[in-house]
């Protein structure tokens, strides 16, 4: 018995190192959804240690001997951590639109990216909270208070 697959009328989006690209590229107005499909593309891939404010990158370079502090060798682990730290970052941006990644193009690695585009949206997230409490405080049903209802 053969089995036959149909190809499927819609593409999936491009296959990332990382994992699939979101539909959606991060606008001012889809942040939660699009965080939610970007932090389980990085889970997955076991790269999340490269957006953790608590995580230090290793030292690019140690001292070759106690003798001569000046001469150098480079530590492999800071190759190893660069490229996967790049990989993040050219995730992130790939999936930016043209006005937020306007206000991330001068960040260099995948935390910095990441810390600065939570920080554009915890002010909008603090401000809708600000509003949405000012609106059930001023809100009435005829000329009864929210909190007369409570």
């Not at 554009?120 to 809100?139: D, E, G, K, P, Y």
């Amino acid at each position: 018995m053969s089995v036959y697959v149909m190809a499927s009328s819609s593409t999936p989006p491009a296959a990332h190192s990382i994992g699939y690209l979101p539909t959606e590229k991060l606008g001012s107005n889809n942040f939660e959804m699009w965080k939610a499909q970007v932090l389980s593309a990085i889970n997955g891939a076991q790269m999340a240690y490269t957006i953790s404010p608590t995580f230090v990158p290793p030292a690019k370079e140690i001292p070759k001997s106690v003798d001569k502090p000046t001469e150098t060798v480079p530590i492999p682990e800071y190759a190893t951590w660069f490229a996967k730290d790049q990989q993040v970052l050219n995730y992130l941006l790939s999936l930016l639109s043209r006005e937020i990644m306007s206000q991330v193009t001068t960040t260099t690695t995948a935390a910095a990216s990441w810390a600065a585009i939570e920080g554009m949206f915890a002010a909008q997230s603090r401000a809708r909270v600000i509003n949405t409490c000012m609106a059930l405080a001023t809100a009435q049903k005829g000329t009864s208070t929210v909190a007369e209802f409570g």
